[in-house]
């Protein structure tokens, strides 16, 4: 009987067993093992990096390279030494190269390469090892390791099968289907069965029974019966891990010498391919043994156009039915040849380079006309960090060269990456090529080299003095072919412009020392020595605090300046070589000047080289002047002795200039007067000499002082006050520096009056009703302020009064000098003398009694008190009567 699938299509086990006619028997069928070793390659391309970014995707084929295959010798180095271990191969289209049938043993492989490229030194040669498990081939994908546990039995009576499925993540498809079947004998305690577990698959027949066994790896769908021939979504059998897969590879044995085996393995229901052999036989059936069906070999049946190795849908596994047989297999997947891979990359050979020189308009561009500058040495760096521009301590230095007598440079044998084209720092110090030149900024931010423009500046000025470019990126043949040459390794396109010029400045003024209020006259003088022109050439004159702008004129014309706030600014346009333009400039000094008054001017230039002479000053030292002016009044003329009043000092600066330090000294008179305060505090008071200080005072500024003073109580006359004002600066006007003020103090008459009158209920008050008392004598007696004594007498009127006016200001006292007839003493009362405040001793005090024959007083008040201009009054005399009249019994009615 044929194995399962032998002839027909069928998608199912059973279907295999319905159809079948062939009787099961031992098969003579040769073994296939995996015996043989040579059974490696190897196998390579040489690629051509055109862009140097090592990405083999986007490199070109090599056609044509020689590649050579050597037995090292055991020093791993080419040498006479070794031989050739085969002929020498040229690379196909697709830069591709294949020794194969190789054994174990060390190789060298070696390319050469076409004209226009390159390898990186040692690069043409790469040492390959070929193991002894190399050369004895490759494993690679495992179909089935047999660890998942899974029986199927069949015994006796016919017909008797037992199909079984069993989910496996390490198998192929994630599911193993078994199936086994009775085709002969009748003793039931006999079985034909398959055990897998434990990384074995375990095949057993009875002696006394014959079957077949089945295995299918058709993805998860839980039928064993039944073949899903696309199940394993169409698998690329061809390669794994890199190798050559040449077959399906069982590791096997059988304890009997003709156990037949077949494997079909299908794209779909319709194309397939089988293959049959026999299991290796080995002691006790153990799987110890290979068996490959190979991808080549001949078919034992196939359909439509047999299998696509590339498109695998579901391989089956048959066991042919004999008797008494134990067989084992350990492993069921894919074996090959062993793949050893030596790729080579080569680079081709790229030139980069073009033009240094002068460029006279500053334009970026090189103009006819405009020459090349030789003996300019040029560095060469690797962008090493890629960042498209020179990076110190990190871009690699690769070479120098210096520029020709035509200004042309070049570096060769370049290899496609990005590269910096430096001018060197060393070319611009004095004596070299580039001294007193700049880098042309005419064409704005420098061109990226890689636009591969011709005769445009690359160069771009950094610290330390360099001139570079940004990264020119080489790429093999996609260079410009315009650039000078025709050819597509070469870029000319790298140039650096150069230009230089001098600017001078120098300004001068018309005057030396200067005072406020005087006209300066300044004059700005600008040239440029060359030798290159100048453009955009700006100036800047800083005026001086201190002085004030009126005008000024340009000797170009069409040149405008404008001021603002001290500073006249402006453009005078392009200077060419040995133009000169003088700015003039007026300014007048301000009244507030002081100090050395400092005129700067300045010009400046795009890129210009030497800026030390770009600026200049001119002095002036300013002599201030001012006019102090002091006036005093006084607030009150005349004034009473004793009597407050103030002194208004006003103190003005009349300029021109601000005056500093001010100092005001006011004499206050030498008599009669007393210092009482000041509306500002003095920084000083000596005796009669009061100094303040004002600080500093702006032009047109003025202060007042307001001095209070006191007069002695007993002076009279003329008071003088004095003062004086000065500074730090110098004075224009003397004759308004001081000052002074005459007071008169006049004391104003005082007077002293009362009445004499009958008292008639002894109180002391003069009451309504109570009759005056004429013809009693006076007398006032004191001394003056001035201590003179005074005596005067005077005689009461009808009305009881008397008084004593035009009097002096004074201490007085008051006498009733005769005692009335038919009166006696009665009580004297002080009154009030003028100050408003009562019941002080000021007012007077009652004279003790110097009567003997009265037992009051003394008729007299003492101490009288009068300022000048009060009227000290109600200073009264009570008396009594002695003689009894009619009215002395005529009481007043008193109302209680």
Same mark, same amino acid.
Do not use: C
């Given at each position: 009987?044929?194995?399962?699938?032998?002839?027909?299509?069928?998608?199912?086990?059973?279907?295999?067993?319905?159809?079948?006619?062939?009787?099961?028997?031992?098969?003579?069928?040769?073994?296939?093992?995996?015996?043989?070793?040579?059974?490696?390659?190897?196998?390579?391309?040489?690629?051509?990096?055109?862009?140097?970014?090592?990405?083999?995707?986007?490199?070109?084929?090599?056609?044509?390279?020689?590649?050579?295959? /050597?037995?090292?010798?055991?020093?791993?180095?080419?040498?006479?030494?070794?031989?050739?271990?085969?002929?020498?191969?040229?690379?196909?289209?697709?830069?591709?190269?294949?020794?194969?049938?190789?054994?174990?043993?060390?190789?060298l492989v070696?390319?050469?390469?076409?004209?226009?490229?390159?390898?990186?030194?040692g690069?043409d040669?790469?040492a390959?090892?070929?193991?002894?498990?190399?050369?004895?081939?490759?494993?690679?994908?495992?179909?089935?390791g047999?660890?998942?546990?899974?029986?199927?039995?069949a015994?006796?009576?016919?017909?008797a099968?037992?199909?079984?499925?069993?989910?496996?993540?390490?198998?192929?498809?994630?599911?193993?289907?078994?199936?086994?079947?009775?085709?002969?004998?009748?003793?039931?305690?006999?079985?034909?069965?398959?055990?897998?577990?434990?990384?074995?698959?375990?095949l057993?027949?009875?002696?006394?029974?014959?079957?077949?066994?089945?295995?299918?790896?058709?993805?998860?769908?839980?039928?064993?019966?039944?073949?899903?021939?696309?199940?394993?979504?169409?698998?690329?059998?061809?390669?794994?891990?890199?190798?050559?897969?040449?077959?399906?590879?069982?590791?096997?044995?059988?304890?009997?010498?003709?156990?037949?085996?077949?494997?079909?393995?299908?794209?779909?229901?319709?194309?397939?391919?089988?293959?049959?052999?026999?299991?290796?036989?080995?002691?006790?059936?153990?799987?110890?043994?290979?068996?490959?069906?190979?991808?080549?070999?001949?078919?034992?049946?196939?359909?439509?156009?047999?299998?696509?190795?590339?498109?695998?849908?579901?391989?089956?596994?048959?066991f042919e039915?004999?008797?008494?047989?134990?067989?084992?297999?350990s492993?069921?997947?894919?074996?090959?040849?062993?793949?050893?891979?030596?790729?080579f990359?080569?680079?081709?050979?790229?030139?980069?380079?073009?033009?240094?020189?002068?460029?006279?308009?500053?334009?970026?561009?090189?103009?006819?006309?405009?020459?090349?500058?030789?003996?300019?040495?040029?560095?060469?760096?690797?962008?090493?960090?890629?960042d498209?521009?020179?990076?110190?301590?990190?871009?690699?230095?690769?070479?120098?060269?210096?520029?020709?007598?035509?200004?042309?440079y070049?570096?060769?044998?370049?290899?496609?990456?990005?590269?910096?084209?430096?001018?060197?720092?060393?070319?611009?110090q004095?004596?070299?090529?580039?001294?007193?030149?700049?880098?042309?900024?005419?064409?704005?931010?420098?061109?990226?080299?890689?636009?591969?423009?011709?005769?445009?500046?690359?160069?771009?000025?950094?610290?330390?003095?360099?001139?570079?470019?940004?990264?020119?990126?080489?790429?093999?043949?996609?260079?410009?072919?315009?650039?000078?040459?025709?050819?597509?390794?070469?870029?000319?396109?790298?140039?650096?412009?150069?230009?230089?010029?001098?600017?001078?400045?120098?300004?001068d003024?018309?005057?030396?020392?200067?005072?406020?209020?005087e006209?300066?006259?300044?004059?700005?003088?600008?040239?440029?020595?060359?030798?290159?022109?100048?453009f955009?050439?700006?100036?800047?004159?800083?005026?001086?605090?201190?002085?004030?702008y009126?005008?000024?004129?340009?000797t170009?014309s069409?040149?405008?300046?404008?001021?603002?706030?001290?500073?006249?600014?402006?453009?005078?346009?392009?200077?060419?070589?040995?133009?000169?333009?003088?700015?003039?400039?007026?300014?007048?000094?301000?009244?507030?000047?002081t100090?050395?008054?400092?005129?700067?001017?300045?010009?400046?230039?795009?890129?210009?080289?030497?800026?030390?002479?770009?600026?200049?000053?001119?002095?002036?030292?300013?002599?201030?002047?001012?006019?102090?002016?002091?006036?005093?009044?006084?607030?009150?003329?005349?004034?009473?002795?004793?009597?407050?009043?103030?002194?208004?000092?006003?103190?003005?600066?009349?300029?021109?200039?601000?005056?500093?330090?001010?100092?005001?000294?006011?004499?206050l008179?030498?008599?009669?007067?007393?210092?009482?305060?000041?509306?500002?505090t003095p920084?000083?008071?000596?005796?009669?000499?009061?100094?303040?200080?004002?600080?500093?005072?702006?032009?047109?500024?003025?202060?007042?002082?307001?001095?209070?003073?006191?007069v002695?109580?007993?002076?009279?006359?003329?008071?003088?006050?004095?003062?004086?004002?000065?500074?730090?600066?110098e004075?224009?006007?003397?004759a308004?520096n001081?000052?002074?003020?005459?007071?008169?103090?006049?004391a104003?008459?005082?007077?002293?009056?009362?009445?004499? /009158?009958?008292?008639?209920?002894?109180?002391?008050?003069?009451?309504?009703?109570?009759?005056?008392?004429?013809?009693?004598?006076?007398?006032?007696?004191g001394?003056?302020?001035?201590?003179?004594?005074?005596?005067?007498?005077?005689?009461?009127?009808?009305?009881?009064?008397?008084?004593?006016?035009?009097?002096?200001?004074?201490?007085?006292?008051?006498t009733?000098?005769?005692?009335?007839?038919?009166?006696?003493?009665?009580?004297?009362?002080?009154?009030?003398?003028?100050?408003?405040?009562?019941?002080?001793?000021?007012?007077?005090?009652?004279?003790?009694?110097?009567?003997?024959?009265?037992?009051?007083?003394?008729?007299?008040?003492?101490?009288?008190?009068?300022?000048?201009?009060?009227?000290?009054?109600?200073?009264?005399?009570?008396?009594?009567?002695?003689?009894?009249?009619?009215?002395?019994?005529?009481?007043?009615?008193?109302?209680?």
């Open positions: 009987m044929a194995a399962f699938g032998s002839d027909s299509p069928a998608g199912s086990f059973r279907s295999h067993l319905t159809h079948t006619k062939k009787r099961l028997a031992f098969e003579s069928l040769e073994q296939r093992q995996l015996l043989a070793a040579d059974m490696a390659e190897i196998v390579g391309h040489v690629r051509l990096d055109l862009q140097g970014d090592g990405n083999a995707a986007n490199d070109a084929a090599v056609a044509g390279a020689q590649v050579s295959l /050597y037995r090292d010798n055991g020093n791993g180095v080419l040498d006479s030494g070794d031989v050739a271990a085969a002929s020498p191969v040229a690379t196909d289209a697709a830069g591709r190269y294949q020794f194969g049938g190789l054994q174990a043993g060390q190789y070696k390319t050469s390469l076409p004209a226009g490229m390159k390898f990186a030194a690069a040669v790469q390959v090892t070929i193991t002894t498990n190399d050369a004895a081939g490759a494993e690679g994908l495992t179909i089935d047999f660890n998942s546990e899974q029986i199927v039995e015994r006796p009576p016919m017909p099968s037992d199909p079984a499925s069993v989910a496996d993540a390490s198998v192929v498809g994630g599911e193993r289907d078994m199936f086994v079947r009775i085709t002969a004998g009748t003793d039931k305690y006999s079985s034909v069965s398959l055990i897998s577990g434990g990384g074995l698959l375990r057993a027949s009875g002696s006394t029974v014959t079957g077949d066994a089945k295995l299918v790896w058709d993805g998860v769908d839980g039928a064993a019966e039944e073949i899903n021939y696309t199940g394993l979504g169409g698998l690329d059998l061809r390669t794994d891990n890199g190798n050559t897969m040449t077959g399906i590879g069982l590791t096997v044995g059988a304890d009997h010498p003709a156990s037949a085996v077949s494997i079909r393995v299908y794209t779909d229901a319709n194309n397939w391919s089988e293959f049959r052999s026999v299991v290796p036989e080995t002691n006790g059936g153990a799987a110890t043994s290979s068996l490959v069906f190979g991808y080549a070999d001949a078919t034992s049946a196939s359909s439509g156009s047999g299998v696509d190795w590339a498109n695998v849908g579901a391989v089956e596994l048959t039915g004999v008797t008494a047989v134990d067989g084992q297999v492993r069921i997947g894919l074996v090959g040849i062993t793949n050893k891979q030596a790729d990359t080569a680079t081709p050979t790229l030139s980069l380079g073009d033009l240094v020189w002068n460029d006279i308009d500053n334009d970026g561009m090189a103009d006819a006309g405009e020459s090349g500058i030789g003996g300019v040495k040029v560095k060469l760096y690797a962008d090493t960090d890629g498209n521009a020179y990076t110190a301590g990190v871009d690699a230095y690769l070479a120098e060269t210096v520029t020709d007598s035509a200004g042309k070049q570096f060769n044998n370049l290899s496609p990456g990005a590269y910096v084209v430096s001018v060197d720092a060393m070319n611009f004095a004596g070299m090529a580039l001294e007193g030149m700049k880098s042309s900024t005419g064409n704005g931010t420098p061109s990226d080299p890689d636009d591969n423009v011709n005769n445009d500046d690359n160069g771009m000025a950094i610290a330390g003095g360099y001139v570079m470019s940004q990264a020119v990126t080489l790429t093999g043949g996609a260079e410009p072919t315009n650039d000078g040459d025709a050819l597509s390794n070469t870029n000319m396109t790298v140039d650096f412009g150069f230009y230089g010029f001098d600017l001078v400045l120098t300004k003024v018309n005057k030396g020392a200067v005072s406020p209020n006209r300066l006259t300044y004059t700005v003088t600008v040239t440029n020595d060359g030798p290159s022109e100048a955009d050439v700006d100036f800047l004159d800083t005026l001086p605090p201190g002085v004030s009126v005008s000024h004129s340009v170009k069409g040149v405008s300046l404008s001021h603002s706030a001290g500073k006249l600014t402006g453009s005078l346009g392009d200077m060419a070589p040995g133009d000169v333009i003088v700015v003039t400039v007026m300014a007048d000094v301000q009244a507030s000047a100090g050395v008054l400092v005129n700067e001017a300045e010009v400046s230039a795009p890129n210009e080289e030497d800026t030390t002479n770009n600026w200049d000053d001119a002095q002036n030292t300013v002599v201030p002047k001012i006019d102090l002016q002091i006036t005093k009044t006084d607030t009150k003329d005349p004034v009473a002795p004793g009597e407050s009043f103030s002194y208004t000092l006003t103190i003005k600066n009349n300029g021109p200039s601000d005056a500093t330090g001010v100092i005001v000294k006011d004499l008179p030498d008599v009669g007067v007393s210092f009482t305060s000041a509306s500002l920084l000083s008071v000596n005796g009669r000499e009061l100094l303040f200080d004002l600080g500093d005072m702006a032009n047109g500024a003025t202060r007042t002082i307001t001095v209070t003073v006191t002695a109580p007993t002076f009279t006359g003329t008071l003088l006050n004095e003062s004086e004002v000065g500074a730090n600066e004075e224009t006007n003397y308004n001081q000052d002074d003020e005459p007071t008169v103090v006049q104003e008459p005082a007077s002293i009056g009362g009445f004499v /009158y009958h008292d008639r209920d002894d109180d002391g008050v003069f009451d309504a009703g109570e009759s005056p008392i004429a013809g009693v004598t006076m007398l006032l007696t001394l003056d302020m001035t201590g003179a004594s005074v005596s005067l007498t005077t005689t009461t009127l009808a009305d009881g009064s008397y008084l004593f006016d035009n009097l002096v200001p004074g201490e007085y006292n008051v009733q000098v005769n005692q009335p007839l038919r009166y006696r003493d009665g009580k004297d009362t002080p009154g009030d003398n003028g100050d408003g405040v009562l019941g002080t001793l000021a007012d007077g005090l009652i004279a003790p009694d110097t009567n003997a024959e009265d037992d009051r007083d003394g008729d007299a008040i003492g101490g009288i008190n009068v300022a000048g201009g009060y009227a000290a009054r109600d200073y009264n005399f009570g008396e009594l009567a002695v003689n009894v009249s009619k009215r002395d019994f005529v009481r007043r009615i008193v109302y209680r």
